[in-house]
């Protein structure tokens, strides 16, 4: 009889339902702008709550480029051609509705929505959201249903418009813009529907080491407008090289000390790998706390 191998993959048949476990808690990474690490962000939150025996759910909304679809796909070839198994959440896909008219298309929409949702909420204890960097129909729905919203901004006054105006002699902080509003108009909504409120979480990402003028600018502006709007401010994640070379293989700071991978690893995924630890602290997710994080 055939010993099995510890790397041999094992059938990933959907987890069935949880019972009596407590409500699956919602994160949608989002804002309305590319660029700024948004599926990096999703894929290695993802990952990290499944090596901490988390089930876990995604839904990849960014139908057009559909990044963390792709780093899924890309992860499981990596599996596949190495015989070697690696955490995978469980996966829905929403499609956007073909439908001419306005009504009829949102109303596909919400019920692939609701259904995709539904789905993954019976079965996972996190459902992580991935949004274009557009204002779509099916990323209000997202954003509607968050229980934590992760918005990843760049150390630039271009990310910094989306969340509020900038005067450009002071650099004083002015009125909300476009993405706040959409999380406030959001904010409301789920408090009229569930009684409950959305924890909004801004994390600076892609982070220079070079101490400039304009990221201080940045972060200074941003602690500001935390206090004015009802966001909490994270730390993020580093601009390092090693997250492009990540990609094609699947694979995630997680990952580099799994058997078949060819990578070194260094100090500097050291560093990266605690910048993923302090981002879990700050978030306090549910069924967390006071939990060991064993990477």
Same mark, same amino acid.
């Given at each position: 009889?055939?010993?099995?191998?510890?790397?041999?993959?094992?059938?990933?048949?959907?987890?069935?339902?949880?019972?009596?476990?407590?409500?699956? %808690?919602?994160?949608?990474?989002?804002?309305?702008?590319?660029?700024?690490?948004?599926?990096?962000?999703?894929?290695?939150?993802?990952?990290?709550?499944?090596?901490?025996?988390?089930?876990?759910?995604?839904?990849?909304?960014?139908?057009?480029?559909?990044?963390?679809?792709?780093?899924?796909?890309?992860?499981?070839?990596?599996?596949?051609?190495?015989?070697?198994?690696?955490?995978?959440?469980?996966?829905?896909?929403?499609?956007?509705?073909?439908?001419?008219?306005?009504?009829?298309?949102?109303?596909?929409? @919400?019920?692939?929505?609701? @259904?995709?949702?539904?789905?993954?909420?019976?079965?996972?204890?996190?459902?992580?959201?991935?949004?274009?960097?557009?204002?779509?129909?099916?990323?209000?729905?997202?954003?509607?249903?968050?229980?934590?919203?992760?918005?990843?901004? @760049?150390?630039?006054?271009?990310?910094?418009?989306?969340?509020?105006?900038?005067?450009?002699?002071?650099?004083? $902080?002015?009125?909300?813009?476009?993405?706040?509003?959409?999380?406030?108009?959001?904010?409301?909504?789920?408090?009229?529907?569930?009684?409950?409120?959305?924890?909004? $979480?801004?994390?600076? @990402?892609?982070?220079?080491?070079?101490?400039?003028?304009?990221?201080?600018? $940045?972060?200074?502006?941003?602690?500001?407008?935390?206090?004015?709007?009802?966001?909490?401010?994270?730390?993020?994640?580093?601009?390092?090289?090693?997250?492009?070379?990540?990609?094609?293989?699947?694979?995630?700071?997680?990952?580099?000390?799994?058997?078949?991978?060819?990578?070194?690893?260094?100090?500097? %995924?050291?560093?990266?790998?605690?910048?993923?630890?302090?981002?879990?602290?700050?978030?306090?997710?549910?069924?967390?706390?006071?939990?060991?994080?064993?990477?």
């Amino acid at each position: 009889m055939k010993t099995p191998s510890p790397f041999e993959l094992k059938d990933r048949t959907p987890a069935p339902p949880r019972a009596g476990a407590r409500p699956a %808690h919602v994160i949608v990474v989002g804002n309305e702008k590319g660029g700024a690490g948004k599926s990096t962000v999703a894929i290695h939150l993802a990952i990290a709550l499944m090596r901490m025996d988390r089930q876990v759910g995604v839904i990849d909304l960014d139908v057009r480029q559909s990044t963390l679809a792709r780093y899924l796909d890309n992860r499981r070839r990596w599996c596949e051609r190495r015989g070697v198994e690696l955490p995978l959440p469980e996966q829905e896909h929403v499609r956007p509705s073909a439908a001419r008219s306005l009504d009829e298309a949102e109303a596909e929409e @919400n019920e692939a929505w609701q @259904n995709a949702l539904t789905a993954l909420k019976a079965r996972c204890d996190f459902v992580v959201v991935d949004v274009p960097g557009a204002d779509t129909h099916l990323a209000r729905l997202a954003h509607s249903a968050a229980d934590t919203i992760i918005t990843p901004v @760049n150390d630039s006054f271009v990310d910094f418009d989306l969340l509020a105006e900038v005067d450009p002699d002071t650099y004083e $902080v002015g009125r909300p813009s476009l993405y706040s509003a959409l999380v406030w108009d959001c904010r409301k909504q789920k408090a009229v529907r569930e009684k409950k409120s959305i924890d909004w $979480v801004v994390m600076r @990402n892609r982070i220079s080491t070079l101490d400039a003028r304009n990221k201080r600018r $940045v972060g200074k502006g941003l602690k500001k407008l935390s206090e004015r709007v009802g966001f909490r401010l994270a730390p993020g994640f580093g601009e390092r090289v090693i997250y492009r070379e990540l990609f094609p293989l699947g694979l995630t700071l997680l990952d580099l000390t799994q058997d078949g991978s060819a990578m070194q690893f260094t100090l500097s %995924h050291v560093a990266a790998r605690q910048e993923l630890r302090d981002l879990l602290i700050v978030l306090k997710l549910p069924g967390l706390e006071g939990e060991k994080i064993p990477f």
